[in-house]
């Protein structure tokens, strides 16, 4: 079976703080990609960051930043300085074949 | 068209009534996707469509829901006899090919089922 876990229903961060996003992950396929998507209220997911599987550097755009651990199944997402536009719900997913496979989603707030 | 675009926004309709959504995928694009996004959940695959067929329909969860690509540019899902339960944000995604992870997410229909 092929799951997405994220156990952080809801997160805050101070405004220019950093926060990091929790994600757990199994499957048994050994070729895939992993995602961070953001989806705010207009409720488009929009791609924050990706990591293909088979690449061992950790995946960097702007303030966001994953640690990939294969072997641990993990993927968490780290925001630096965050900003007041990044509230929105983050969504974990892997794609294998032609499915994404989503978490449930983090909320997070961030406070001025 | 400059990305997804989804059509209508929200829907309301009643118990056992039919529904149509629709999906406009970016120009070019071969790949499509119908997603369902429940309530406190994240997106569920439902179908994925390379051209005008239906390369993976395994999501779709009964046989009131159905999926069309005529031309193999917009996309309808159909479900007929609805039931409450059938209430979510319903997602379009599409693709160049279908390959790497150049996706885009259309804003969803938000039907509810009153």
């Known amino acids: 079976a092929q799951t997405v876990t994220q156990s952080q229903p809801e997160m805050s961060v101070q405004e220019a703080e950093t926060v990091t996003l929790s994600c757990t992950y199994d499957?048994?396929?050994?070729?895939?990609?992993l995602f961070w998507y953001k989806q705010p209220p207009s409720r488009q997911m929009i791609l924050v960051i990706r990591?293909?599987?088979?690449?061992?550097q950790n995946a960097t755009e702007n303030r966001f930043s994953v640690n990939f651990q294969k072997a641990a199944k993990s993927f968490s997402l780290k925001i630096s300085d965050s900003q007041l536009g990044d509230t929105a719900m983050y969504f974990c997913?892997?794609?294998?074949?032609?499915?994404?496979?989503f978490g449930t989603g983090t909320s997070l707030t961030v406070i001025p | 068209g400059a990305g997804v675009s989804q059509t209508p926004s929200n829907k309301v309709t009643e118990k056992g009534k039919y529904v149509e959504l629709r999906c406009d995928p970016i120009?070019?694009?071969?790949?499509l996707y119908w997603y369902r996004q429940s309530l406190g959940q994240g997106p569920e695959f439902l179908i994925y469509?390379?051209?005008?067929?239906?390369?993976?329909d395994s999501g779709l969860p009964n046989d009131r829901f159905f999926a069309v690509r005529p031309e193999g540019s917009v996309s309808t899902l159909k479900i007929q006899r609805t039931e409450r339960g059938d209430s979510a944000v319903y997602l379009c995604?599409?693709?160049?090919?279908?390959?790497?992870?150049?996706?885009?997410f259309g804003s969803g229909t938000r039907l509810t089922v009153v």
């Open positions: 995604a599409s693709s160049y090919n279908g390959q790497g992870a150049g996706y885009t």
């Open positions: 499957t048994s396929e050994n070729n895939y990609y």
């Open positions: 990591q293909e599987a088979y690449k061992q």
């Open positions: 997913a892997f794609r294998t074949g032609n499915q994404f496979y």
């Open positions: 120009s070019g694009h071969t790949a």
């Open positions: 469509f390379q051209g005008t067929g239906a390369a993976d």
